[in-house]
């Protein structure tokens, strides 16, 4: 039986994988829902604005699923392949502070 303090604690490899496994089949759950389907249908990536076509667009998780994120509704926005490949595992708030590191050299 896994505690919760066990299942969310960082650096535990095997809980991490798990919930990668479980909210990875969460997420294709999602991605068959009219939501998802109203979230992709302008085909415009949430990150770059641009419009590449629902069907290039990928569910991007906003807190990566690396880092404790959900495939929940708040926790997902479509995204173009390439801001997709460029976020990574980051999560927003390290985005941010990369951009202010950017802007600052
Ligand atoms: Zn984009």
Redesign the pocket.
Known sequence: MTQPEQFYSLGDDDAIRRHIRIERESGKKLRKTAWWKAQIQKGE????H?L?GAENLTMDHVVPLARKGKSTRGNVVP??Q??NRNKNLTTPVETILDQIRDKAT
């Not at 990536?45 to 770059?48: G, I, K, L, R, S």
């Open positions: 990536c949430h990150f770059c641009q590449v995204a173009c390439a801001c």
